[in-house]
């Protein structure tokens, strides 16, 4: 089994050594396992799952959200139903700030022919 450092874990995830501490502190990451000098060492699966909060994370789920889906997965397969709500409610606030910044962008380009038209 692949076991990595904190600074591996940094380095596969993406998130600071602290955003992990608080993670794990909150109960977001399930208890870290540590060495025989209680260094921590994040297991293959705890990247997945890592992998799985910085896609959340990064596409503006709230962390209270978030704590409700680690909830939802350490319940169990009956929760299945509930994630699939949660994650399509999600989906739709992501497609919402696409929609948002394509419309913005839409400006943007308008602007620059504007400004390019008057050269």
């Known amino acids: 089994m692949t076991l ?3 600074a591996e874990a940094v380095e596969e995830t993406g998130f600071s050594l602290d955003t992990l501490r608080y993670y794990e502190k909150i109960g977001l990451l399930e ?10 060492r994040f297991s293959q699966n705890d990247i997945g ?3 799985m909060l910085r896609c959340l994370r990064d596409t503006g789920m709230p962390i209270a959200t978030m704590l409700r ?19 399509e409610e999600h989906d ?4 919402a700030q696409i929609d948002n ?3 913005r962008q839409r ?9 390019r038209s008057v050269m």
């Open 4 to 6: 990595y450092t904190p």
């Open 31 to 40: 208890r870290v396992d540590r060495n025989a000098a209680g260094q921590r």
């Open 101 to 103: 910044l394509a419309e």
């Open 69 to 87: 889906f680690a909830e939802l997965v350490r319940a169990g397969d009956h929760t299945i139903p509930d994630r699939i709500k949660l994650l």
């Open 107 to 115: 400006y943007i380009h308008n602007k620059i022919s504007y400004y």
């Open 92 to 95: 739709r606030q992501v497609q």
């Open 49 to 51: 799952w890592l992998g």
